[in-house]
């Protein structure tokens, strides 16, 4: 499985962007995505299930970002609203096939990983 993300760029505080994430194959059961700040440990940022009917979002994000899937071109959208300068980070996707989504938020969950994309909030 290869994952594909892009979408990353600079925006003021306030602003959006969408990232997408193309997976090349129909295997995986969940995607994620996770986000990684100089200096910080990568930080859980939400994650969905291949149907769709199970999303959970960190705690920082929620009520601002959403994930959501386009199955018919195999890629996973987090759009990203009210951005703030804390949300800057080096965003990655990941997948995985072998937990719940008592898991999702888990770095452990996740067998594939993309290369990450940057995002920069200015105040």
């Known amino acids: 499985v290869q994952l594909q993300a892009s979408g990353g760029g600079l925006v003021q505080a306030g602003g959006s962007l969408r990232l997408s994430c193309a997976d090349s194959?129909?295997?995986?059961?969940?995607v994620g995505w996770f986000r990684q700040a100089p200096g910080k440990e990568r930080e859980f940022v939400a994650a969905?299930?291949?149907?769709?009917?199970?999303?959970t979002y960190g705690d920082s994000v929620k009520g601002r970002f959403t994930i959501r899937r386009d199955n018919l071109n195999n890629t996973v959208y987090l759009q990203m609203s009210r951005l703030k300068p804390e949300d800057t980070a080096v965003y990655y996707c990941?997948?995985?096939?072998?937990?719940?989504?008592?898991?999702?938020?888990?770095?452990?969950?996740?067998?594939?990983w993309g290369q990450g994309t940057q995002v920069t909030v200015s105040s």
């Open positions: 969905m299930n291949w149907r769709g009917d199970r999303k």
């Open positions: 990941a997948a995985g096939t072998r937990y719940s989504s008592s898991r999702y938020h888990l770095l452990g969950a996740y067998n594939y």
């Open positions: 194959e129909r295997i995986v059961s969940y």
